[in-house]
C-alpha cells in the first residue's frame, strides 16, 4: 500500500513526520511513504534516520502555513506539500490516502477543491475521534467545524459517512447514531434538528437511535454523534476545555491542601497521567474528512511521530475496508429512501 | 424584603424548601416569605421546624410536576402553587421575586405567560451562574436553554440582560460580554453570530470583547458569554458531562491502579470532593429568569435546603440592587444604539 503523507504543517515537522514515516514503514513491510515537501531539509532527516528503501520525497516548493488564509492558499500555492499530496493522490488511484498535520482550513479548503465532493454530498465534514468512560470506546463526532451553517441533507449525509467510517475505522458492527440535541425525548432540538430527526428516521442503511443530549456523548453508548459544524466546534471544544479546567482544579486543589493531599496528588500521578492523555484530543485518531474522493486524515497540530504514524496507520485501516465505497453504495441508497 | 418561594416542584420538596426558608429568615432579620403550596402538608413541616412569624403559607391546591407538559400544565394548573407564586409576585409590587425548584420548561412558560415580558424583550432567557478556574468566580452563560433558535436582536437582549445581571448579583462593574464562537477571530461563527456581532460592538451599554471559543468559556476572563438556547444548552451538558466523566476516569484509575495509587486517592479524597462542588452546577446560584417583568430563580430540581436559601438570598440581591430596573434603562439604549 503507498500513501502520501505532508511533510509540513505541523508544529514539529517535518521531523515528526519524518520519524512518524519511519515508524509506519517499520511496523507495515507492505508500506511505502511518499513525503510531499522541501528536499533539502527532508532528505537530511531522512538520512540520518532511514536507510531502507520505503520512503520517498516529491519536492514542493512552497509551505502552507497556519497563517494562511486557507482558500487564498490553497489557490496561490499550488506546489504547497499540501496541495501537491491531495493532487497526487486524486491523479493517482495507487495511493491509498493523504495525512496532512497541517492548518485545518486548509486542508478542508484543498480537501474540496482538489481531492472533489463525492457525487451527491454537498457538504463534506471534518471527522474527529472521541473518547468516551469506557476504555478504547471512541465515538466520531459530525460534524465538528467544516460547516458553520448546516441544512437537514447535511446532517443525513454526516450520520451514513459517520455510520460508515466507524464500521471501517473501529469495526463497529450497525454503529448507533444520535443527533446532537438539548433534550432526548423526540420533538426537541432547534429547527434543524426537528427536521433532520424524521430524514434519519427513514435512512434505512443507518442505526439511528434518537436525540442525545451533550452530557450523554460521552457514555460509550453512541457510535456517531450528528450535528452542524457550529455545535460540533462547541461540543468538542467544551470537552478539551473542561477536561483541561477540572485536571488544573485538582492540581490546585493539591497544591493548596494539607502536606497528606500533597503525598496523595504525588501517588496517583501516574492515574492523572492516563487520564491526561484520554482526555486528549491528539492521543485520538486523527481526524478524517469525510465526504471527498479521497482518505484524507488530519493529524492534530502538535502530532509527534507516533501520532503521526497512527494516523497514517489510520489511512491503512480505511482503505482496506473500502470506506469510500461504502460510502459511495450508502449514498445511493439514501436518495431513494428520500423519495419515499 | 418579602418573597414568595414556590413550596412544590423540586425533587426534595416541600421539606428542603421549607427548611430552606427557614434558614433564609433566620439568616435576614426583615425577611419575610411566603410558601406556596398544599397547607395540610406543609403546615406540619413548618410548626415542627419553626415557631417564628416570617413566614406563611398560601394554600393552593395543584402542583405542576416533571411530567406535566409546561404549556398545557401552565394553562390548566392555574391554582398550582408556580402559577399562584409567579401570579401573587406580579399582582402585588410588595414581593421581591419568586423562587421554584419545580419544572424548567413550565417555569419559563408561567413566566412568560403570568410575569410578561418586559417591554422590548420578544424573548425571555434562561441565565445559570457557572464555575471558572478562579475561585469563587462564575460567569454566566446566556440563553442557555428557553430558546432554540435565534434571532441577532435576541442575543442582543441576552447580552445586555447578562451585563445587568452580573453587575447586580455579583457587583462585577463593567463585565466583559463576548458571544460564543467556533472561532476566536472576528469574522467566525455561523450566520447567526457573525450577523450579531457588529450589533453587540455597537451596544454601548456593554463592554463586548468579541467571540469566544467553548474552550475557554471556563477560564474567568469573561464575565456573560451570550448564544442561542441551543448552543448553550450544548455548552452547560457537555460541561457537566465531562467533568462527571473526568472524575469517574480518574476513580477507576486510581481503584485498578497500584495500591500507593490507592492510598494517593484516599488522600485526595478532598481535594475531589471540594472539585465536585465546584463543577456542579447545583451548587452554584440558581438559574434567573431574564426578560419577564420579575425576579423569578430556578433552583436546580435536586435542591435542598441549602440550596432553596442561596436562591432566595439571590432574589434579595437582584432585588437590592434594582436589576429589573437596570434592565429596562439599558434596554431604551440599545434602541437608540439600532437606530444609529
Known amino acids: 500500500m503507498k500513501i502520501i503523507l505532508d511533510g509540513h504543517g505541523g508544529d ?19 508500506l511505502e511513504i511518499v513525503i510531499c515537501g522541501n528536499e533539502e531539509v527532508i ?24 497563517e ?16 501537491k499530496a491531495i493532487r497526487m493522490a486524486k491523479e493517482d488511484s495507487s495511493f491509498a490516502g493523504v ?65 460508515c467510517y466507524m464500521q471501517s475505522l473501529y469495526g463497529v458492527s450497525n ?17 434543524l434538528v ?41 461540543a468538542l471544544k467544551t470537552i478539551e476545555g473542561t477536561a483541561l479546567t477540572v485536571m488544573r482544579l485538582i492540581k490546585n486543589s493539591i497544591k493548596n491542601g494539607s502536606i497528606l493531599q500533597k503525598i496523595g496528588g504525588l501517588l496517583i500521578k501516574p492515574a492523572i497521567k492516563k487520564l491526561k492523555s484520554t482526555m486528549d484530543v491528539n492521543e485520538q485518531a486523527g481526524g478524517t474528512v469525510l465526504g471527498v474522493d479521497c482518505i484524507i486524515v488530519k493529524a492534530h497540530g502538535s502530532s509527534k ?13 480505511l482503505a482496506k475496508n473500502n470506506v469510500l465505497q461504502k460510502i459511495k453504495e450508502n449514498l445511493s441508497g439514501i436518495e431513494d429512501d428520500n423519495e419515499v
Chains 1, 2 share one sequence.
Not at 16 to 23: E, F, K, N, R, S
Not at 52 to 66: F, M, P, Q
Not at 195 to 223: C, M, Q
Open 43 to 66: 532528505q537530511p532527516i531522512l538520512a540520518t534516520n532511514y536507510n531502507g528503501n520505503k520512503i520517498s520525497i516529491s519536492h514542493c516548493t512552497e509551505i502552507i502555513t497556519n
Open 305 to 317: 511521530a507516533a501520532s503521526i504514524c497512527r494516523c497514517i496507520e489510520q489511512v491503512i485501516m
Open 194 to 234: 426537528k427536521e433532520t430527526y424524521p430524514l434519519l428516521e427513514n435512512t434505512k442503511s443507518i442505526n439511528f437511535v434518537g436525540n442525545v443530549e451533550a452530557r450523554d456523548i460521552l457514555t460509550g453508548d453512541y457510535d456517531v454523534v450528528v450535528c452542524d459544524g457550529f455545535s460540533g466546534n462547541i
Open 12 to 30: 514539529y515537522c517535518p521531523e515528526q513526520a519524518v520519524l512518524g514515516a519511519i515508524q509506519a514503514v517499520q511496523k507495515h513491510n507492505d
Open 68 to 83: 494562511d488564509v486557507p482558500t487564498i492558499a490553497v489557490r496561490q500555492k499550488k506546489d504547497s506539500s499540501m496541495v
Open 175 to 191: 454503529p448507533t447514531v444520535a443527533i446532537l440535541s438539548n433534550g432526548q425525548e423526540k420533538g426537541k432540538g432547534n429547527e
Open 99 to 163: 495525512v496532512s498535520a497541517g492548518n485545518t482550513g486548509a486542508l478542508l479548503t484543498a480537501s474540496l477543491f482538489v481531492a472533489k465532493r463525492i457525487k451527491g454530498i454537498s457538504r463534506p465534514c471534518l471527522a474527529p475521534s472521541l473518547p468516551t468512560v469506557i476504555e478504547d470506546k471512541c465515538f466520531v463526532l459530525v460534524d465538528c467545524g467544516a460547516n458553520a451553517d448546516c441544512k437537514p441533507i447535511n446532517l443525513q449525509h454526516f450520520a451514513v459517512m459517520g455510520s
